[in-house]
């Protein structure tokens, strides 16, 4: 059977195959979020999370999320966007105890492109840590190039119960330090690439109960993607390059990822309503 992405090309994934994108922006997709949800849906993409980055888009992922019920949200502040915290934590907090948004995040550090003072990225990620704690969420941290601050103030607020690592780009050691903390991981696009052989190395550690797979779309399309708009309908070939680097088969991949993810962010079963 074929896996198909929005301009047609094919590529091979076992018909059995259930996957659930643990990680998405359908907000920006430039096709719009009802035809890349039916793409994806149609190659065994069967749950999404869609993830909001500040007030606007966590509103976006929230109406997403009623509209449609293989689909959850979370609430937050990108780190680029921590400098506006004081004027926008007000609405995340009031948006986060809504039944469609079972995570809190994606929230942390980003000391690349430090769109935002790296104390003001720290302040924001601690009030996402203790807003996930009191409500009982999915705590969802994005890392780049920060993982001593990152591990840092997780050890010190104390992580909540289930946390997750997306687009985790760090190697074996950095996936002990995170699995020792009682993270899971999530492995993105990035995982095809060729030059990343630590992150297949982390992969391969990483225990099949505490993994995920995502797009991040619409960035980090997987090879033979790679360079276009990503999108759901492209994780199948996630979650191969996933199955490659642990030497599992990809059925088996996608029912652990799969479950993992449902547990992890209340998401209905596959061909049910799911209220929440």
Same mark, same amino acid.
């Given at each position: 059977?074929?896996?198909?992405?929005?301009?047609?090309?094919?590529?091979?994934?076992?018909?059995?195959?259930?996957?659930?994108? #643990?990680?998405?922006?359908?907000?920006?997709?430039?096709?719009?979020?009802?035809?890349?949800?039916?793409?994806?849906? #149609?190659?065994?993409?069967?749950?999404?999370?869609?993830?909001?980055?500040?007030?606007?888009?966590?509103?976006?992922?929230?109406?997403?999320?009623?509209? *449609?019920?293989?689909?959850?949200?979370?609430?937050?502040? *990108?780190?680029?966007?921590?400098?506006?915290?004081?004027?926008?934590?007000?609405?995340?907090?009031? @948006?986060?105890?809504?039944?469609?948004?079972?995570?809190v995040?994606?929230?942390?550090f980003?000391?690349?492109?430090?769109? #935002? +003072?790296?104390?003001?990225?720290?302040?924001?990620?601690?009030? *996402?840590?203790?807003?996930?704690?009191?409500?009982?969420?999915?705590?969802?941290?994005?890392?780049?190039?920060a993982?001593?601050? =990152?591990?840092?103030? @997780?050890?010190?607020?104390?992580?909540?119960?289930?946390?997750? @690592? *997306?687009?985790?780009?760090?190697?074996p050691? +950095?996936?002990?330090?995170?699995?020792?903390?009682?993270?899971?991981?999530?492995? #993105?696009?990035i995982?095809?690439?060729?030059?990343?052989?630590?992150?297949?190395?982390?992969?391969?550690?990483?225990?099949?109960?505490?993994?995920?797979?995502?797009t991040?779309?619409?960035?980090?399309?997987?090879?033979?993607?790679?360079?276009?708009?990503?999108?759901?309908?492209?994780?199948?070939?996630?979650?191969?390059?996933?199955?490659?680097? =642990?030497?599992?088969?990809?059925?088996?991949?996608?029912a652990?990822?799969?479950?993992?993810?449902?547990?992890?962010?209340?998401?209905?079963?596959?061909?049910?309503?799911g209220?929440?």
């Amino acid at each position: 059977m074929t896996a198909r992405g929005g301009d047609g090309h094919a590529g091979h994934r076992p018909p059995e195959a259930a996957w659930v994108d #643990s990680h998405c922006h359908l907000q920006w997709l430039s096709g719009g979020p009802d035809a890349a949800l039916d793409r994806a849906r #149609s190659v065994g993409v069967t749950g999404f999370v869609c993830v909001g980055t500040d007030l606007a888009s966590s509103r976006e992922a929230v109406e997403l999320a009623r509209r *449609h019920p293989d689909v959850r949200a979370t609430v937050g502040l *990108h780190p680029h966007d921590a400098s506006r915290l004081a004027g926008e934590w007000e609405g995340i907090e009031a @948006l986060a105890p809504a039944p469609e948004v079972t995570a809190v995040g994606e929230t942390g550090f980003d000391l690349h492109y430090r769109h #935002s +003072e790296p104390a003001e990225q720290e302040e924001a990620f601690r009030a *996402h840590i203790r807003l996930a704690r009191r409500l009982d969420r999915t705590l969802v941290v994005h890392s780049r190039e920060a993982w001593d601050d =990152t591990f840092r103030v @997780l050890a010190d607020e104390g992580p909540p119960d289930r946390t997750v @690592l *997306h687009c985790f780009t760090g190697g074996p050691g +950095e996936a002990r330090r995170a699995l020792d903390l009682g993270a899971c991981l999530s492995f #993105s696009g990035i995982l095809s690439f060729r030059a990343a052989d630590d992150l297949r190395a982390a992969a391969a550690l990483t225990p099949p109960d505490r993994v995920l797979v995502e797009t991040d779309a619409p960035y980090l399309a997987p090879v033979p993607y790679r360079g276009r708009e990503n999108e759901p309908a492209l994780l199948p070939f996630v979650g191969a390059a996933l199955a490659r680097a =642990t030497g599992r088969a990809e059925v088996e991949v996608a029912a652990a990822t799969s479950g993992l993810a449902r547990g992890l962010f209340r998401l209905p079963a596959p061909g049910t309503r799911g209220g929440v």
